[in-house]
T-cell receptor
Framework: SQQGEEDPQALSIQEGENATMNCSYKTSINNLQWYRQNSGRGLVHLILIRSNEREKHSGRLRVTLDTSKKSSSLLITASRAADTASYFCATAPSNDYKLSFGAGTTVTVRA | DVKVTQSSRYLVKRTGEKVFLECVQDMDHENMFWYRQDPGLGLRLIYFSYDVKMKEKGDIPEGYSVSREKKERFSLILESASTNQTSMYLC???????????????FGDGTRLSIL
């Protein structure tokens, strides 16, 4: 079964609004990664957060990690049409080294 | 800029055919991966390789094999294609991949494979 699961499955927002999506996982992890996938393309790595980190920023992206709740969130601020994509979290369990991907959150940014 | 190239974007094959999917990376990465992506299921790992001629099964290896003769190239082989192997196949590579540390994976654009 999938280690990480994103919520919501789909999100539609207006350009300029913020988008927040969450990822929950089941076992302890070494790190958690977020990826973006534009339609018909491969995944692009966005951000990696280690288990001893609580928050990380990259441009308009903010990722938080709460290991006590086994959850992470990805916030995209001031969204743009180009942010329309599917977003996946991937976890690296501490007792295994294979990345486990969730089913993704599909974000649509309306102009 | 890093680059993972998959030989075909779209491929149509017939049931029972032997199918080869090719992937090349130019980053001198030790680790390469093959995933399949199906709606609602996310990415599932088929096989990965941590060195030339070394391979390890992922979560769904049945019906597939792989070949890594050179560091930059990782091939996925469908021994006898079946309709349930119709999917999007994604190749990836990474610098570090062990039980203590995993670096980001770099993906190709995928091969959408249809088995008729």
């Amino acid at each position: 079964s999938q280690q990480g699961e994103e919520d919501p499955q789909a999100l539609s927002i207006q350009e300029g609004e913020n988008a927040t999506m969450n990822c929950s996982y089941k076992t302890s992890i070494n790190n958690l990664q977020w990826y973006r996938q534009n339609s018909g393309r491969g995944l692009v790595h966005l951000i990696l957060i280690r288990s001893n980190e609580r928050e990380k920023h990259s441009g308009r992206l903010r990722v938080t990690l709460d290991t006590s709740k086994k959850s992470s969130s990805l916030l995209i601020t001031a969204s743009r049409a180009a942010d329309t994509a599917s977003y996946f979290c991937a976890t690296a369990p501490s007792n295994d080294y294979k990345l486990s991907f969730g089913a993704g959150t599909t974000v649509t940014v309306r102009a | 800029d890093v680059k993972v190239t998959q030989s075909s974007r779209y491929l149509v094959k017939r049931t029972g055919e032997k199918v080869f999917l090719e992937c090349v990376q130019d980053m001198d990465h030790e680790n390469m991966f093959w995933y399949r992506q199906d709606p609602g299921l996310g990415l599932r790992l088929i096989y990965f390789s941590y060195d030339v001629k070394m391979k390890e099964k992922g979560d769904i290896p049945e019906g597939y094999s792989v070949s890594r003769e050179k560091k930059e190239r990782f091939s996925l082989i469908l021994e006898s294609a079946s309709t349930n192997q119709t999917s999007m196949y994604l190749c990836a590579s990474s610098l570090v991949f062990n039980s203590k540390n995993q670096s980001p994976q770099h993906f190709g654009d995928g091969t959408r494979l249809s088995i008729l």
